[in-house]
Structures are given as C-alpha cells and as structure tokens.
C-alpha cells in the first residue's frame, strides 16, 4: 500500500509518469526501505495508466463489497436508527453494572 500510496503522491505533485526512483526518494524521505520487489509489482501494474481511471475503477469495485454501518443508514430509516441503537447499548452497559455488583454482594462505593 506505501508504494501505490507514494506513486499517487508522485502523480498529485505533478509527475504523470513516476519512476522507481521517484518513488524510493518519497519513501526514503519518510524513513521507509523500499522492497524492489514490491515496488517493480507496483510499477508493472500502473504503468501506461491513468491514476484517476485507475481510482475510478477501485471505487466501483469497492462499492460493491457490504460494509457493517452503510446498510442501516441507506435502509430509509435515516439517521433515527443509530442513535436508538447506542441508546440501547448505553442501557445494557448501565445493566451490565448493576448485574455484576450484585453478583458479589456488595458494590464498589457501598
């Protein structure tokens, strides 16, 4: 990731084509030893191509995968579902307390 990360750097900071140089410097300047292996997979894999089609088509393949939060909050119940959910986890750890200090018969400030 730190060398398709540099190579965007690179290529935001004006340099369409980047080489395996430009790369190791960014690195290097960061303190980071570069693998060469790595790096000529990198290279190999976004030479001759554009870095925004490329992020372009991350982003599609990306949207794709399920994520844990994105469901409730695109299920039409907007924002309402969240705070009723972190209320419920508030009262359970508020429970959960309770439960234990009578578990041992007494409580901690008792």
Do not use: Q
């Not at 004006?14 to 990198?42: M, Q, R, T, Y």
């Amino acid at each position: 990731m730190r060398y398709v990360a540099a190579y965007v750097l690179a290529t935001l900071g004006g340099n369409s084509d980047p080489s395996e140089a430009d790369i190791k410097a960014i690195l290097g300047s960061v303190g980071i030893d570069c693998d060469d292996e790595k790096l000529d997979k990198v290279m190999s894999e976004l030479k001759g191509k554009d870095i925004n089609e490329v992020i372009a088509a991350g982003s599609e393949k990306l949207a794709s995968v399920p994520s844990g939060g994105a469901v409730a909050a695109t299920s039409g119940g907007g924002g309402d579902a969240a705070p009723a959910a972190e209320e419920k986890k508030e009262e359970k750890k508020e429970e959960s307390e309770d439960e234990s200090d009578d578990d041992m018969g007494f409580g901690l400030f008792d």
